[in-house]
């Protein structure tokens, strides 16, 4: 029995693996030792990257795993990303980075729809990769994407399509033949487009937001900004016995709210805005007209009170469960130095208020993605609020004071989308080939372009190649271009098959000629039939032989077979293709249809019709 590198994946979760690419396992201590020091050193190269970040519901996270069946030891994790599919992108990043920067290791990541870097270059693959034959085929080593090649002849390199490598089996054909294995370019450029951007896309994917909220939020946001994300899930998964706790604010009075700046994700942010609430009249909360300049401030720092209220009213009775310092695990001093080693603290002096919150901080990840053996998440978000509460002082007039001293909000904009944005969305998405979005053209030249692209051989070709290419049970196969080709395509249709094609080579061809000749019978004597009904003055036939069309029709009961062969009239097919797609678009209206649908599919764009008669 085979282990399986996929086993059964949550939804909206994904799960990550790291492997030494020639571990030594003769001795198994020595062995586990080994990742130990490596998990250290990976822990402290991402610290810096990890410990500002806010993760939707769970954070990245990593710890030892031993041997189990045919998958040796290594380092993973799993963590849940909720509706924040960027959350998972940026895993994906690190894995990146952390193979870049230990070359020795070997990344596998996968969701629930199994290997989705491979679903991000589905248009480049080879024909032979699938979802059955990827398994421990796909790793992230030395900051790029490899995948096994399909071995069709004893001797090359890689493993057979209708076989899977066990993990060793993979890792030593990756250690052996790592250049071979390599990504061919437009699937690592899929790749690398999706990830264009990170590091510095971690701080575009915030939003700062000035919230009008009690004094005691606005104290522990201070402290721990990624306790924002507990807060806004709980508002934004309420439900009839979350707000009851909600009809009196204990824990956070609204009579303390103060004027605050609040880091979000973009998920978060729009999660917390974009829902309707009305808060219960006994809860002290009042909201300002919807005219007036701070508004959508009172609004969300509403809507966060609630949040936290519903999270400390959850937390029960937490004085005998006191959480063990990380001080007290033997990997903390290690943490520690490769933090300090790294500059992580910024040359802060120790003991100062920014140095403390970003001890905080250290502290807080290491517990997530360290000590937590079984859930990452923030165990009891409630409870930490409160503690964080009790163990800071601060003073309500110096708060107040801080509000002349806001940094400005950033712009909400990005929520609005405009047709022409989201048009262009969808374009990048199913890979037309369009621009990045940075070039604007004059209206003018749009319509130049418009009309240089349009093209009605464009048409025909594309339809006829569409019609022309091999499909199978699966589906019908848009056509690719030459420059898209991928040499396994050929590969894998010619070289598996070609003893067998060298042994019946004469006799498929004699087949081949008898089925042809066959079907032209047929035709022949289908066309015979049709030409005496109307069905023909549907379609457009050639100009030169088309004042004889009537008179073919009234002779055709009384003339010979090579008469009517001679009388039936050949019809402009690229013409009559035309026309009727273009009847087609123009039933649609501008909107969706087949017709647009497989044009587009193609690449075939086909500007609006001018004409509305």
């Not at 036939?541 to 009961?557: C, P, V």
Request: hydrophobic share 35%; aromatic share 8%.
């Amino acid at each position: 029995f085979q282990e399986s590198l996929t086993p059964s994946i949550p939804e909206d979760a994904v799960q990550y693996q790291l492997f030494l690419v020639h571990p030594d396992s003769s001795d198994a201590e020595a062995h586990e030792r080994f990742l130990q020091q490596i998990l250290q050193n990976i822990l402290a190269e991402i610290a810096p990257l990890l410990v500002q970040y806010i993760w939707q519901h769970q954070p990245f996270n990593l710890r030892y795993h031993p041997e189990k069946g045919d998958v040796p030891a290594h380092l993973g994790g799993v963590t849940e990303f909720g509706d924040n599919v960027e959350d998972e992108w940026f895993i994906v990043y690190l894995l990146k980075h952390i193979t870049c920067t230990f070359s020795d290791i070997a990344a596998v990541v996968y969701d629930n729809d199994g290997q989705f870097l491979l679903i991000e270059a589905a248009e480049h693959l080879p024909k032979w990769l699938d979802p059955d034959s990827s398994e421990n085929r796909v790793f992230l080593y030395r900051g790029e994407l490899h995948i096994l090649p399909n071995r069709t002849r004893c001797g090359e390199v890689g493993w057979p399509r209708d076989s899977v490598p066990t993990v060793v089996q993979a890792l030593e054909v990756l250690h052996s033949h790592t250049e071979s294995c390599l990504a061919k370019q437009p699937i690592r450029a899929a790749l690398a487009k999706r990830l264009d951007g990170y590091p510095d896309k971690i701080q575009q994917n915030f939003h700062c937001a000035h919230c009008y909220v009690p004094a005691g939020i606005a104290v522990v946001l201070s402290r721990r900004p990624d306790l924002i994300a507990p807060a806004v899930s709980a508002f934004y998964l309420r439900d009839p016995v979350d707000l009851q706790a909600c009809r009196t604010f204990h824990t956070f009075p609204p009579d303390t709210r103060v004027m605050t700046s609040v880091k979000f994700t973009r998920c978060l942010y729009a999660q917390l805005q974009q829902q309707r609430f009305v808060p219960d009249r006994r809860s002290g909360f009042t909201l300002p007209v919807r005219s007036h300049p701070q508004y959508r401030a009172h609004e969300l720092g509403m809507k966060l009170a609630h949040g936290f209220e519903i999270l400390c009213s959850k937390s029960g009775q937490s004085s005998s469960e006191k959480e063990a310092s990380v001080s007290s695990n033997p990997l903390w001093r290690g943490f520690l130095d490769s933090l300090k080693k790294n500059g992580y603290f910024k040359g802060e002096l120790e003991g100062s208020v920014r140095y403390k919150d970003l001890m905080t901080s250290a502290e807080s990840f290491f517990r997530q993605s360290v000590t937590s053996t079984h859930c990452p998440a923030i165990q009891n978000p409630g409870q930490e609020m409160l503690k964080v509460s009790e163990d800071t002082s601060y003073s309500l007039d110096d708060l107040k004071n801080q509000e002349a001293h806001l940094p400005p909000e950033d712009s909400d904009a990005w929520l609005d989308i405009s047709p022409q944005e989201l048009e262009r969305l969808l374009e990048e998405r199913g890979g037309r080939g369009v621009s990045d979005g940075t070039r604007k053209t004059a209206p003018d030249e749009e319509v130049q372009e418009e009309e240089a692209g349009y093209s009605l051989i464009a048409v025909t070709q594309g339809m006829k190649n569409f019609i022309n290419a091999m499909s199978s049970h699966e589906g019908a196969e848009i056509p690719s271009k030459d420059d898209e080709l991928d040499s396994d395509d050929f590969e894998d249709d010619d070289e598996e098959d070609e003893d067998e094609e060298v042994q019946n080579g004469e006799s498929q061809k004699q087949a081949d000629a008898e089925a042809l000749d066959n079907l032209r019978k047929y035709m022949d004597e289908m066309d015979q039939e049709l030409q005496s009904t109307n069905i023909g003055r549907s379609f457009t036939q050639n100009n030169r032989t088309s004042n004889t069309a009537d008179a073919s029709k009234s002779s055709l009961a009384d003339a010979g077979s090579e008469l009517v062969e001679e009388e039936i009239q050949p019809l402009d097919v690229d013409l009559n293709l035309v026309s009727n797609l273009l009847e087609s678009l123009a039933s649609q209206a501008g909107l969706a249809g087949p017709a647009s649908n497989l044009l587009q599919s193609l690449g075939i764009h086909i500007p609006p019709d001018a004409d509305q008669s």
